[in-house]
Structures are given as C-alpha cells and as structure tokens.
C-alpha cells in the first residue's frame, strides 16, 4: 500500500511519518500542502507538528490546504486516513473527526511514554485484528494541546457508535482528555486521529514498537 | 483578539464560525470599531 | 538609549576613551553616529572576545577528525562514510536574566542558526542553565520561563531536546545561566563556510522582516554587569519566531543543497553588522550594504537601527548575480522572505549606504579585527569568596543525609524539566534524558551513533578553576564511556565574571589553563566555543562556570548502557581512579563548609578507565554504566536503583581500604568513578571492584560507623522531588 504523508510548512514529524510506513511493509510519499492531487496514493497521514506555527488555533490553518482537500474526498470514499498529534487536530478542524483539543490540563507541554488502551471500532477490520479490549499499546506523547474534548452528549453518540479508537490507560492520561480518550475514528472507521505517536513507536532501537499497529489497523481500509 | 476590516457583518459573522473560532470549543463575539 | 547627558555618546555605548581614540585613528576622522554604533557593537566584550582572546589562544583546536574548527559558524567533526556532525554551545545570560522566556528561546534559535549557516541540518539540542537557590521566588520564575522558553521554540521548530544540566546555586541568583547547545549533520561536502566571496557577487538577506529587537544588545546587556533599574533593558531582549525558523531553515538547506550559495551567515548578536562585517573579514573584501533595501517591520527606522538590529530569524548570503532569482524563488517556495541588500566589493571597507547614499564607511580589518585585545590582571583570592549557608546539620545522620543529597535540586531527578522537551522527535533518540549517562543519536546515514554530554560544576571550579575545569572535561568523557563513546571534539562556554577584576580574572585564567591542558591530554579538539564575561551582580561574580560539551562517536547504537540497573542479580562495581574528597562536594555545600581546595585528578588514569568503560558497553559486557559525579558513590548507586526500581547492597569497605573515611565514600566527590553492574565475573575481569548486588526494595551501604539502611520508595520520593520545589507558590 501506498501512503501518503501530508506537509506543510511548521510539520515536524512528517518524515518520522514516512519512515514509520515504509518499516510497516508500505510504500510512502510526501504531499506538499499546495498539491491538490494526491498522486494516487491509498491512504493519508497528516502528520505531528505545529503547522502554520498554531496561528489562530492549532491546525486551524491547514484544515484548509488544497491537499486537505483531496484527503476529505478520500476519506468519504472510504480510504484510510490517520491524524497524528497536529494531524488529530487538523482532521477535528476540518469536521472529519468529531471533538476538539484544546490546551494540556497542566497548561505544560509534556512529552512522555504513553500506555494506550485500544478500543475495537465498527469494523470488522478492527475485531480481527485485536483481541478485545485488553490490548495496550506503549506509545510516546508530546504535546501542549493534546486535552480532547467534545460536549457529553456528543461523546455518548460517539462511544454508543465505537467511534472512541483508543484511551489512556489508568495513570496515563496526563493532559486531562475527556472520558481518557487519546484517539477517535469516524463513524466508517476509515478515518483515525490520535494524540500520542505511533510513528514513534515502530523502531526497537528508539522505544517500543508498539505503534505498528496503529497503522497496521487501517491497511484494510486502502 | 483578531482586528480586521469588513464590509459585511453577517459575512464577518460566518468568517468566525468557520476559520477564526472554533464553535465546539470557542465562543465570539463581534465589535465594531 | 538614556544616560547621563554630560556622558560622551562612545562611553554610553560601552567604548572607552582610547578605544575611540584608536576607532578616530583607523578612520582618519571622528566616526559618525552610524559608524559609532557599530564599532560599539563588533568592540564590545560579547563580540570581540577582547579580555579572552588571548587566553582562547591556548586552546588545542587541531585533529584528523576536524572538518570545521573555531572561527567559522560552528564547529564540525568527521564521523565517517562521507558525513559530519557539527555542533557549538553558546550563552544568552543576559536577556535570560531580564525576560527568560524569550531570553533562552532565541538562545536556542540563535544556536540553530550557527549551525544551520553551515550547512548542517539540526539533529538536537541540549542545554546548560544555572539558577539561584529554587526558595527564591525570583529563580523559579527565571527556571519556569527558562525552560517554557527551550520547550516552546524547540518543541515548535521540531528539534529534540535530549539532554542538559541544571544547577541551583546562590552565586546566579542575580546572573543565571543559559546556555544552549546544538548538533547538526551534513555530508562534509555539503558544508559551507562564512567567507564572502566573489567581487560583485549579490548580498542576500533572507528571512524574518527588521525591526528594533535587541537594539544595542551585544553592547547593552553582554558586555555590562547587570545593576538596578535593568527593568529599562527590557524592550532590547529578541522575540523568538520558530515557526519563521523553520521556514528559512528549510529554505536554507534546499539553496546548499541545490549549490546556489557562495557562502551563508546568520545574524545574531549584532545583527547585520556583525554578519556583513564578519563575512567581510573572513573572505578579505568588502561589503556595501544599502540599508533602504532591508524589508522592514516598523516604519522610520534609522540606518544605525537597520544595522544593529537583532531581529531574529534572519540569514544572510552571497549568491552570484545569475543565480539570484532561483534563490528568491526557493525562498518564495517556503514562504520566507528574500531581498538582495547589498554587493561585494574589493574595496577592503563596509560602505552602509541609504538609498545609494554612503551613510557610513569603515575599513573591515578596523572594524571586525581592530579592537584592541587585552591582558588580565589576575590575582588569586584570599580565601573562599562565596559564603556558606547551612541547610543540614552536621549531626545529620547517613539516612537523612543520602536524602538531603538526593532531594538537593542540583542532584534531583529533572524529568520535571526534560518532560516539556520532545526528545524524540526526527527518530534518532536511542538514549532519552536520564536513560544513560549521555543522549545517543543514530546515524543510520552513515551506519553509526554519536553520544553527547554536557557538563560543568561552577562550584567545584570555584575551589580550584584549574583542577574544576579538568573535572569538567573529564566528566564529559566518562559521560560517553558509559554508552560505549569516544570523544571527537569537544565546544565550550565559559561563563565568568568581570575581567577587569582581578579575581574572576585569575578564574579566567586558570579555567582556560586547565582546559587547554586537560584536551591536549586527551587529544580532543576544541572546535569551537563562546565566552560570557560580567556575569556579576550586586553580591559579586558568579561561580566560575566553564561549560564544557563533548560529541563521541559510538559504531552500534544497540550497544549502549543505561544508567539504571538491569536485573536483581547482577553484581555491582566500582571502577576507576576514583578517590573521593568532601571539597566542593554537595555535602560540603550543605553544611556551610564550603573552601578552597580541589584534589588534582590524574587525568591518564580517568581516560584509561574511559577506555575500559567505553570498550565494555561496546562488547555488551556490562548492563549499567553509571559515572559518580553530585553527590558522591552514595547518590550515583541510589540513581541507578531508583531508575530502575531496582534496590541494592553495596560494601564500600575496600574504598576505604583506600583511605577513605566512611563519609567520603560514601559522599565524597571526584572523578574516576564508574558505577557498573552486570555479571560478576563480567565485572571481574575489567579489573572493576566488586561492592555488591542488585536486588531489594531497600538500598543498603555497609561504610564503617555510617552505613545505612533507606527504603527505595522514600530515596525515589526524594529524588523525584523537583517538580514541588520547582512550582512552590511563593
């Protein structure tokens, strides 16, 4: 499969990005914020970092790129979409994942290994490749706006819908997201954004590679 | 704060809910000068 | 600029009478105010290095594996198949002192820009901080904003912060510390240097917009003790852009990567006077700089204000005239801002021009390389000039001592710190903060790793600067044993205090004395540096603080030892010419007991022990390595339990078969120690002192009439106990 990482001026981990989907068995390209093609590519990944510098809100700038485009067409055909950190942000932004991050609780940036608990989602893709909800993947977090948040009504819908795709294990939720949410799907399943980062977690010699798996989860949506 | 010049408030009035505020997690308000 | 009307416009500016007298001599003429406002500038402490640069002349700057050494942007080292690593620390006290956020913020953006200017594209930074004691409210607000700061404009620009030190001492209570670090990497025939180059070759300016930042910086704030009323300094402290940054940063690896520049430089202290002057210099021609081509951010700007300004995010480059659009171009792409301000020329001079008109004209030799350097007048101290405070009774007993060490902010855990700083950001983090004795970096590029570790104990080089000094160094090498490391070069920051005294002059002195010696021993190059003069406030000079970083190179990043012990078991050892003493010593400091006097450390036997320890990591024969440094063998044993949650016993007997008293083994400090544990048999054979097991919830040391007995629970709490200290409401 081919995926294709999204940059824009500010990104930071994009080629950390890149390099995670070739040590996951794919193929993977860099998209310039201006492209409006995608170059056929099969899945997207909006990658960490503070495009635009934050101005106005963080990834409220980017939401806008032509590519952002491309990849909202992608996504309602039912491609895969992973939002990484900025890129979480950016999909809340451009309304293709519910909810909004705002500043960490201890008004801190915090960078710090992460358990995550992953939550199966509607998809068949998903329950197959994980056992229940016992799974706990140990991933780096690193950020200063990280605290999900949306209304309690709209995170009923969302858990009555499986659109919760992974929590903070107990202990693990240092920025004060709501209900310990540290990623959210779509309704689909197709498109997937969390806080910590799973790019940074597929190499032995950096840390765990726990965070294959993220990526490995949406290769049956290309 | 955000300063800018319009001609148009009800323009100016969808200009903030879809780039300058967040509605989720922002309110607004809008001043003239 | 206020002062005293009756005060000549050269001495409000920092010159003296005969510097002017020599600045009228060089001209011809009196200079103009333009003219005068740069020669205050280039003459000034933080520029011309004029009361270090003879000493600076000591320092041992050669080896095979220098690629760039001082004098250019930053310093570079060969680190094989064709790449270098570049690296330099530099200082940003002063702004720190009077706004730390945006003080240490554009330290590290500064410190990006030398080494991005040489081609090098940033891999990680590191930083060296120095406060008052954490009970005042003054210092952790310096802390807080310090590290805010570092975080906020490295985290943006996505350069991982992995590693630095921080001491809470009295003496920077007036004059803290920052001092920020930067690694770089390159294919060595990548890199460029500053030299402008090419008579009529187009001077381009790139990058953020001019303004009135810093206005007067490099003379107003380096170069000056800082007194009462410095509230009136603050508008001259730069504001910081990373997100500018990274643009130009960007913008400026595509340009050298594509071979479109002749030579790159970047602004810092100074601003455009500085870099035009410096490129001058560096390549033997002139400049002519027309200062109404400079896009500015505020309106009305005087031509003296355009060319000292500190505007920050602003690189300057030499390009041939054909070439000029495709720059523009490139800087375009990335959104950064171009404008061709200026030529070169064989005049020999810089010509400042307004709109054509020559508003200033000075030779550049005058003007880059005239200052006049000077001779200190050293005198050594009577006697300890620091004073003492008692924080822990001398009836303290082992237990609550061993606590008080580790609850001591310079000794304590500051994962509070490290924790609002990506380390791992760019995938190159092996070692992360406190995982090991020194940060490691893969360099799959060129299938190997580089190690780097930044030390410098003021206090211990206020007892004796020469002997502290060596300690510094050495620390740094024993900092890269433990993760299977050998030293390439080595960039330095010596913090001190006014010159002109005599006895931060003989600190000066010495300190230099000790590093020229200790690299030389150890055949380390210096390939760069900076010196911060007039750190003194109203109590008097800051400890001496030679701040010394080391870059190793290591061929498997898999092989690297942490500091933490590994599995209960595993035999513990000591080894190296360590022989401990309680002068200087963290415990020393705790009971008031503070005086001169620093053993001589045998530099040959550390740097075999070195070799021992580096070579040991590499074979995988150890499982921790751990070097003793703050807080004596007691605290770096309890560090590597608490770590790993892993408690231990230890006899520290055959240590005092050495000599030692019970309390200076188990608190004394010095170099030559190495903290191992592993196979007992492993230990055995490295000629390393077994003193124990790993395996408990307690730690326990046999020393004589001292040992003691601590729960691993309460010396974590202990050493965990920074963040509190550090958020105290007042």
New interface residues.
């Given amino acids: 499969m081919i995926w294709g990482v999204l940059q824009f001026?500010?990104?930071?981990?994009e080629?950390?990005a890149l390099?995670a989907c070739e040590v996951v068995g794919g193929e993977a390209r860099l998209i310039w914020h201006d492209e409006r093609d995608l170059g056929g590519v099969d899945g997207i990944v909006v990658p960490?970092?503070?495009s635009?510098?934050?101005?106005?809100?963080a990834g409220?700038i980017a939401r806008?790129s032509p590519a952002m485009e491309a990849v909202a067409e992608l996504a309602a055909a039912g491609g895969p979409v992973l939002g990484i950190c900025n890129g979480f942000q950016v999909l809340c932004?451009a309304g293709l994942l519910p909810?909004?991050l705002?500043r960490n609780q201890e008004l801190?940036?915090?960078?710090?290994q992460a358990d995550l608990l992953v939550v199966d989602g509607p998809k068949s893709a998903d329950i197959e490749r994980f056992s229940a909800h016992q799974q706990v993947l140990s991933i780096?977090m690193?950020h200063?706006e990280g605290r999900y948040?949306?209304?309690d009504a709209m995170l009923d819908e969302m858990e009555a819908k499986g659109q919760v795709a992974y929590r903070y294990a107990d202990g693990h939720n240092a920025n004060g997201s709501v209900r310990d949410i540290a990623g959210v799907r779509n309704e689909r399943g197709n498109v997937v954004g969390l806080m910590p980062?799973p790019?940074?977690a597929v190499?032995p010699?950096?840390?765990s590679i726990d965070g294959r798996k993220v990526f490995e989860a949406l290769e049956g949506f290309a | 704060m955000?300063e800018l010049e319009a001609d148009d408030l009800d323009q100016l009035g969808e200009l903030c809910e879809k780039?300058?505020a967040?509605p989720?997690?922002?309110d607004y308000e809008i001043q003239p000068l | 600029m206020t002062g005293d009307s009756t005060m000549p416009r050269h001495r409000e500016l920092g010159l003296t009478d005969s510097e002017y007298d020599l600045i009228v001599e060089k001209l011809g003429r009196e200079p103009n105010a333009v003219e005068l406002a740069m020669f205050s500038l280039l003459w000034s402490e933080h520029c011309a290095y004029k009361h270090s640069r003879k000493l600076l002349g000591r320092l041992p700057t050669d080896g095979p594996r220098v690629v760039m050494g001082p004098g250019e942007n930053a310093g570079a080292v060969d680190v094989g198949s064709g790449y270098a690593v570049a690296f330099k620390v530099e200082s940003h006290n002063h702004p720190s002192a009077v706004e730390p956020f945006q003080g240490a913020a554009t330290g590290v953006g500064g410190i990006l820009r030398d080494v991005f200017a040489i081609g090098a594209r940033p891999i990680a930074v590191l930083d060296s901080l120095r406060f008052g004691e954490l009970d005042s409210v003054r210092s952790r607000h310096l802390l807080d904003g310090a590290v805010?700061g570092i975080?906020?404009y490295g985290?943006?620009?996505?350069v991982p912060n992995v590693g630095g030190e921080i001491y809470f001492e009295e003496p920077y209570e007036h004059n803290c510390l920052v001092n920020a670090m930067c690694i770089g990497f390159a294919k060595t025939e990548a890199m460029v240097r500053a030299a402008a180059a090419g008579i009529g070759n187009t001077v381009v300016l790139m990058g953020a917009t001019t303004g009135r930042d810093g206005i007067g910086g490099a003379s107003v704030l380096a170069s000056a003790e800082l007194g009462e009323g410095d509230d009136a300094k603050r508008p001259t402290v730069q504001v910081g852009?990373?997100?500018?940054e990274?643009?130009v940063l960007e913008c400026c690896l595509e340009l050298l990567e594509k071979g479109l520049l002749v030579s790159l430089q970047d602004l810092g202290a100074a601003g455009l006077t500085s870099s035009a002057g410096e490129m001058a210099s560096a390549g033997g021609v002139g400049i002519d700089i027309d200062v109404a081509k400079v896009p500015l951010r505020e309106a009305d700007m005087e031509p003296f204000e355009i060319m000292v300004s500190e505007s920050q995010e602003r690189m300057l480059a030499v390009v041939e005239p054909s070439r000029v659009a495709e720059v523009r171009a490139i800087c375009d792409k990335?959104?950064t801002g171009s404008a061709e301000i200026g030529v070169v020329t064989d005049s020999g001079r810089v010509r400042i021009l307004k709109a054509g008109e020559v508003v200033g004209d000075m030779p550049v030799e005058a003007l880059v390389d005239g200052c006049p350097l000077y001779d200190l007048e050293p005198e050594a101290p009577a006697g300890w000039i620091y004073g003492n405070r008692q924080t822990l009774a001398p009836s303290a007993d082992s237990e609550a001592t061993l606590l008080a060490l580790l609850a001591a902010p310079s000794i304590a855990s500051k994962q509070w710190i490290?924790?609002?700083?990506?380390?791992?950001?760019?995938?190159?983090?092996?070692r992360r903060p406190e995982a090991a004795d020194a940060a490691v970096l893969?360099l799959p590029e060129s299938g190997n790793a580089i190690a780097v570790s930044i030390d410098g104990n003021g206090r211990r080089v206020a007892c004796e600067p020469y002997n502290g000094t060596v300690e510094a160094v050495l620390e740094c090498a024993q900092n890269l044993a433990c993760v299977g490391a050998e030293p390439l070069g080595l960039t330095n920051c010596l913090n001190f205090g006014n010159p002109e005294k005599p006895v931060p002059a003989w600190q000066l002195d010495r300190a230099i004395s000790g590093l020229a010696v200790v690299c030389e021993e150890l055949g380390v190059p210096v390939v760069g540096g900076n010196v911060s003069l007039y750190n003194e406030g109203p109590d008097g000079p800051i400890y001496p603080t030679p701040v010394v970083a080391m870059v190793g190179e290591l061929p498997n990043?898999?092989q690297t030892a942490p500091m933490g012990f590994a599995k209960a078991g595993d035999a513990i050892a000591l080894l190296g010419p360590f022989a401990p003493t309680l002068q200087g010593s963290e415990l020393a400091k705790q009971r008031g007991e503070l005086a001169m006097g620093l053993p001589e450390p045998d530099v040959a036997a550390v740097a075999a022990a070195c070799a021992t320890v580096r070579e040991a990591v590499r074979a995988g024969r150890v499982a921790s390595a751990h070097d003793v440094s703050d807080g004596g063998l007691a605290c770096a044993l309890a560090e590597s339990a608490i770590s790993s949650g892993l408690g231990f016993r230890a006899d520290l007997q055959d240590l005092r078969e050495r000599g030692c008293s019970p309390e200076e083994a188990l608190f004394g400090e010095g170099t030559g120690g190495f903290v191992l544990s592993g196979e007992r048999t492993e230990l055995e054979a490295l000629g390393a002192l077994v003193i124990g097991e790993v395996g408990s919830t307690t730690i326990e040391l046999a020393a004589g009439d001292r040992s003691l007995v601590i729960g691993l629970v309460d010396a974590t709490e202990a050493w965990r106990s920074l963040d509190a200290r550090a958020e105290a409401v007042a």
């Avoid at chain 3, 852009?241 to 500018?244: G, H, L, M, N, S």
Wanted: proline share 6%.
């Fill in positions: 001026p500010g990104s930071c981990d080629r950390d390099n960490g970092g503070f635009y510098g934050d101005y106005l809100r409220a806008f932004e909810g909004a705002l801190r940036f915090i960078c710090k780096p690193k200063g948040y949306a209304p980062h790019e940074h190499d010699l950096t840390g | 955000v780039l300058l967040n989720l997690i922002e | 805010r975080g906020h985290n943006s620009i996505g852009d990373p997100f500018e990274s643009k990335w959104q490290f924790q609002q700083y990506d380390s791992i950001v760019g995938s190159r983090t092996v893969q990043p898999a």
